[in-house]
């Protein structure tokens, strides 16, 4: 076999590997859309109702407490890491630090970035722990904002190097500080960073390892900082393993829930890291 006809084979091959995934993807996502939403179609109120006493026996109420618990973690933790993932990629910025140095904290977020969620969960058990203390709202909102932080500093350290110098030649020309110059350029590269904290939430909103270590599972409502709480991914963890068809009912509608509003996230955050790059020289339609 020549090395075109290997090639034509590499690539068929590749390419089929491609439709594979994508199918079975399409399919695993169908089903439960399809599933799930025959389910809150036919009652939606599972969504908004809070578990009952006997949730996990008899499928009591509905699981409004793992939306709230989801809610509860992912938006305070991505509070805490965009703030840090802001400031770090800001430093990042040739103005303050060197070249030597920014590779070196780049190389090091990429390999957090590439850690999976589960060693985040260890980590955080293991200072629980060391302290005394047991999973709860409030290990859960630092588990998720230590795997965030990573993904959002990234991203907002390649939307702030898109910016073009000219905007900080003429801010440095006209007197501005290095903090005022600072200010111009996040403001320019504002969808870039949105876009990036919109997938970090996306990102913190479907994981499941690092919660279950840290949260923990509770079938009663959110109560207090310190107080164990479920997720969305947990209760679909759980219900999926439950004997009664009523749970299973619900982990469909649960899945459902989370699919769509993280494909919504990723689409919005696609949708503005495209319209950023209109604006970027050497972007899209640049």
Known sequence: ???????????????????????????VVGVTIVRGGYVLLTDPSVAITPPGARYTLE???????????????????????????LSTAVYLQSDYSSERFSDGVNMFLNVLWATPPIVYGVFVLTVIIAVGSRTSLFFGIIAIAIFQYPIMTRYTDEALQSVADTAKEASYGLGATRFETAQITVRSALPGVVAG??????????????????????NNMPGGLFEGSTTLPILIFDNA??????????????????????????IISRVLAGRYARYVPGGRHS
């Open 1 to 27: 076999m020549d090395r075109y006809a290997k090639q034509r084979l590499f690539g068929l091959l590749a390419r089929g590997a491609t439709g594979v995934i994508i199918s079975v993807m399409i399919l």
């Open 59 to 85: 499928a009591d109420g509905g699981f409004l407490h793992a939306i709230l618990g989801s809610i509860f973690i992912v938006v305070p933790a991505t509070v805490i890491s965009m703030i840090l993932a």
């Open 197 to 218: 904290i919109i997938m970090g939430f996306a990102r913190g909103i479907g994981d499941a390892a690092t919660v279950l270590f840290t949260a923990g599972r509770s």
């Open 241 to 266: 393993r439950a004997q009664n068809p009523e749970l299973h009912a619900q982990a469909y509608a649960a899945s459902f829930v989370l699919i769509v509003a993280v494909l919504t996230l990723i």
